[in-house]
Structures are given as C-alpha cells and as structure tokens.
C-alpha cells in the first residue's frame, strides 16, 4: 500500500503508520468511505449478491466496476480492473447491495450503463508493478514542475497519478486561464517514456485530493465528508454578521470556506421575523438607523443621526411598533421611551464544593528587596552610620 498519511515504504502491504494495508477507517487510507452496515447479513435464499463493486484508487478516486467473473471479492481486496489502454490496479472499498444505493447516488444506472470489468484479484507481480510506479511518484512530480516552469507556463502540477501497470501517467494540475500545454505533453513524453494526460482540475478538487488541516483544527470538510462543491456567496458572511476579511473567511483553496454555508438556512430563517438592516425609524429627535442585530435574541440597536456613537438597544417588537407608527405618518417621540430596564445578572463563579485548596498554596511569596539609596552623598552617609553607632553603645553599670 501507499498511503502518505500512514507513511508508508513503499513495499505492498507494509504500512508504518496504521498497519491495515488500506482496509482502515482513518485519513486517506479510506477518504470518504461508506460504512457498510450490512456487512453481517446473509442473502436471502435463491438471490445472488450485486454484480458490481466499487474500487477506490489514489486520494479518493472511485470508480465502480462489474463483476462478470463472479469473483469472491470481498472489501480490502487488491484487483487489477479494466481500463484504456492495459488494466489498473484498485482496492476493493464496497460491495452488496450498497453498492446499488452510491451509484443511484451518482446518477448511473447499472442496467444500461456499460461498466468496466474487474479482471481478477491481483497477483503478486501485479502489486510488485504498481509499488514501484507509486514509489515514482514524488520525484516525477518534482521533475514535471521544472519542465512547466522552464516552459513558462502559469500552472500548477498539484498531484499526479500512476496507472498501475505503470504504462500512463495522469497530471492533475490548477490554472487560472487557458493553458497550451502541447509542448509540454511533449517533454513530458521524452522525459518520462510512457503515455500522458493531463486533467484540469479546480482549486477545491485540488484541496480535496492533498487534504489538511482547517483553522478549525480538524481536517478539511472536503477531504474527509463533503463531495458536492457548492458555491459559496460573500451574502453568506453577510446574513451572519461576519466581517468580510477575506484572510479569515476563505479556505486552504483561497476560495470562501464551505463551512460557511452550513448554518445559513438556520440564520435565514432567524431573519424572516426581523425588519431590514437600513431601516430608517423617524422620531421627534430626528432620524434613528440600524446599526446592529442580535438574530437569536431578537433585538437591534438603533442610534440617532447626529448622535452615531450612542447606541439604544430595543426588541423587535418594539421596532416593528415605531414603524407601524411612521407608516401612518406619526412620528415616535423617542427612542428612550422604549427602553427596558434590565438587572444585571450575577457573574456565576466557581463554587468550591468538594473544599479543595488553592493549587498555589505551596508555593512561597517573592520577598522585596531594600534598595540603598546610592544617590546620597558619601559624607551624609557615615554621619548616619556613625550616630546609629553611638546609640547602640552599651550602658556601663
């Protein structure tokens, strides 16, 4: 197996990190697996199992394949699959009949869709071949690099994917514009002797497929769970009242974070009860605006014209009231007169129920130096010091 996450050798089946030769639930070594919670239950009598499985590949590429052959497979398992031009090599990562439920998940219908094959369960050369083609990897990438930099062309070669019979290799790269890149397929080629493609791929996909860690902590959304890339708005920031930085709100992609659209229905809904951000509200003081909300307390702070940095905090209730009542032409008489008294609560402290002392009772006071004072002159100094002696004399009896 190779797995960058388990750091693995390079020998199949010899995993440093986790030691589960790619049948774990963790990290890339399973990225976005399905569970399958029928995985103790036997078929009914006279049915057969699914004829399709589906085979997971580098970074948490899958693809689903038919199992004409009637090959006992079962999850974990290396085979070598069907595939333009040669065949490559995949670990099994579902079978069953969840298999069905993914690919009605996926749109493709498995009664016309013509599927791949799976060729057979891969032999020991099979594996031997593609080890080595993964342990090429790294310094193929490195070497594409500097041929695309010697071309001058503004891309980005973020990952690329050995075939597993090691006859193609697959370029995945990031551009903001259209690249000609005929005359690096072209270098490619001589340098690498094996047949080339390159896939564009976008900013998200290329942070889904290296992964990383979020600002949150945890590891990003759309390398472990998330599989749709939708689009996320700067209006999203917006409706939760976030400031629009753009170092805090995008992502490792440099795009607007996914997560940012995870609460925003909730928050939609929590505005349908609120009047608009610019409502203007017109009083006998003059005209008062918004400044802010609060959308889960349901209150606004308004503050008047020439009085901007004064700020008068009322329910929505109440502000709904004051526009009903500019919406007859009337205007309110203040907005102090709304204003609710509100106690303070009391600051809820630790109570130390269980009697425990202080975890620095132990430790003991710093003691306070006496300075002398350098600054007085020398003379005064031993006038002092010679009266301190004649009153410490001894009293003769």
Known sequence: MACANCSTSGKSHDNKGCKNSGSCSE?????????????????????????????????????????????SIAIGDVVATETAPG?????????????????????IDYHTAELPKIYRKATQKDI???SEARAKEETTQVKAREIAIKLNLEMKISDIEYQGDGSKITFYYTANDRVDFRQLIKEYAQEFKTRIEMKQVGFRQEASRLGGIGSCGRELCCSTWLTDF????????????????????AGQCGKLKCCLNYELDTY???????????????????????????????????????????WHKLHISQVKEMIALNKQNKLVSALEDYIEETTEEPEVTFN??????????????????????????????????????????????
């Open 27 to 71: 990290s890339s070594c399973n990225k976005l697996t399905v569970f399958d919670w029928l995985s103790n239950m036997g078929l009914p009598t006279g049915e057969k199992m699914f004829d399709c499985v589906e085979v997971r590949f580098k970074n948490g590429r899958k693809e689903f394949f038919k199992n004409s052959e009637s090959l």
């Open 87 to 107: 065949h490559d090599v995949g670990i099994v990562s579902l079978t069953g009949e969840l298999v069905k439920v993914q690919m009605k998940k996926k749109n």
């Open 128 to 130: 031997d071949i593609w």
């Open 230 to 249: 939708r689009s996320v708005n700067t209006s999203a920031a917006r409706y939760q009242q976030l400031s629009l930085n753009p170092q805090k709100l």
């Open 268 to 310: 939609l809904d929590a505005l349908k009860g609120f009047p608009d951000l610019d409502t203007r509200i017109k009083t006998e003081k003059g005209e008062a605006i918004c400044q802010k909300q609060d959308i889960f307390k349901g209150l606004m702070w308004f503050s008047y014209k020439d009085n901007a940095a004064n």
């Open 352 to 397: 130390n129920a269980m009697g425990q002392e202080s975890l620095t009772r132990f430790d003991q006071p710093k003691r306070k130096k006496k300075r002398r004072n350098n600054n007085q002159p020398q003379q005064k100094r031993k006038e002092n010091f010679s009266k301190g002696n004649e009153n410490n004399k001894p009293v003769k009896k």
